[in-house]
Every structure is written in C-alpha cells, then in structure tokens.
C-alpha cells in the first residue's frame, strides 16, 4: 500500500517557539518523491521542498529544515523560530508509481503571538 | 512568476446540472492534474493528463468526470452531473517535464446546491 501519514492533526506554538511537523511514508517503489506544501488560511497550495529517494541528505532553507530518514520511512519538517504568518496547514506527499502524487491529511500548525 | 490560473474562483450549482471547471496551465508544462479538497480534509488526487490522454485517474474519477485540454492553453474539468458530495475545492496543477514539481492554481470551490 502506498499512504502517507501525519499523526499530528493539529498544532500549536508560541511565536519563536520551535516546531517539528511528522511525516511517515509508506511504498514499496525503490524510486519515488516526497514533498511538503504549504497551505495558507488563503486557499492555495505552496510548495516548499521535493526529494527524492536516492538523496537521503538533510536540508536547510532559512528557518526551515527537512530530515528524511529512509530507515524510518519519515520526512519530517522543523520550523525555527517560528513566526505567525507560519500559522497554515501543511501537508506532506509523495509520488507513487506512475504519476500520482498522494497528500497526507495534513497538520494545523497555529503560532500564537 | 509564471501561474496557473483557474476560473471561476466560486461556482455554484444545482444538483445534476453540468458544470465546468477551468484552468490554463503554466504554457511550457506538458503534464496536467485535477485535486480536490473537501472542505477540512485532505487533497485527494483526481486526475492526471499528458500528451492528450488520461495517465492515471482515482476511483473517485468516475464516469461523471472527464478533462479535455480544447486548446493549446486551457484543461478543463466536467462534471456531467454534480451531486452534493461533489462540493469541494477543485485544484489543477501542471508541471514541466524533467523536474517532478507540481505548480497548483488557487483553486475552484464548487458548491453543489
């Protein structure tokens, strides 16, 4: 089966706090891709990062940073000092077989001023 | 930076009456997807399209759905024949070929009345 899971529905920090979002994956390609997407209280999808599975190397964008650890099937998203306008819900997906992209149910991260 | 566009922003419907949706995709992009999000839920995958074909398509892209791309610039959506459940955001994404990044439009909420 091919599914992606994010245990956390819902999340809250303080402004500056730092925050990890879970991702777990589960597939049995040997090739596939994995994403985060932003989505803000405006509607749309951003998206934020895509790897795929033969680059297990970390990531640093700012204040934000991505762990993909194959062992464990996670691709997990940290937010340094966060900050309100981070408030969104972020979905994390993956690429399956031919060309399709599966979301997660998402994670409501609401920072608090 | 180049978008994707989708018209209208919100359409809404009597239940069984025909409805399309439209997008013009980002214009150097050769591969098209429909997602749709029901209010509070997840991105589910409805569609993928390239070199005027269907590459792949959900259960939930039954007979009631079709896309065309008429044109050179437009994909469309039809529903043949909405029905309460099919109330919910409709996203279309493109992309390019050799970078597995999908761009979304800020969507369509369809309400079905």
């Known amino acids: 089966a091919q599914k992606v899971t994010q245990a956390q529905t819902e999340i809250s920090v303080v402004e500056k706090e730092d925050v990890t979002l879970d991702c777990v994956y589960e597939t049995r390609d040997t090739t596939y891709y994995l994403f985060w997407y932003k989505q803000p209280p405006s509607g749309e999808l951003v998206f934020l990062i895509r790897r795929n599975s033969f680059d297990e190397q970390n990531e640093i964008s700012g204040r934000y940073s991505w762990n993909f650890q194959k062992s464990t099937s996670s691709f997990n998203f940290t937010i340094t000092a966060s900050q309100v306008v981070d408030s969104a819900v972020y979905f994390c997906?993956?690429?399956?077989?031919?060309?399709?992209?599966?979301f997660g149910p998402g994670t409501s991260l609401s920072v608090i001023p | 930076e180049p978008e994707v566009t989708q018209t209208p922003s919100h359409q809404v419907t009597q239940m069984g009456q025909e409805v399309i949706l439209r997008c013009v995709p980002i214009?150097?992009?050769?591969?098209f997807y429909w997602y749709r999000q029901i209010l509070g839920q997840k991105v589910e995958f409805l569609v993928s399209?390239?070199?005027?074909?269907?590459?792949?398509k959900s259960e939930i892209f039954d007979d009631q759905f079709s896309v065309e791309r008429p044109d050179g610039s437009n994909f469309t959506l039809k529903i043949r024949s909405t029905k309460l459940e099919d109330s919910a955001m409709y996203f279309c994404a493109s992309r390019a070929g050799s970078r597995y990044k999908l761009f979304f439009g800020s969507g369509t909420q369809l309400s079905v009345l």
């Open positions: 997906a993956m690429k399956t077989s031919y060309d399709k992209v599966i």
């Open positions: 399209f390239y070199n005027n074909e269907i590459s792949e």
């Open positions: 214009s150097n992009h050769l591969y």
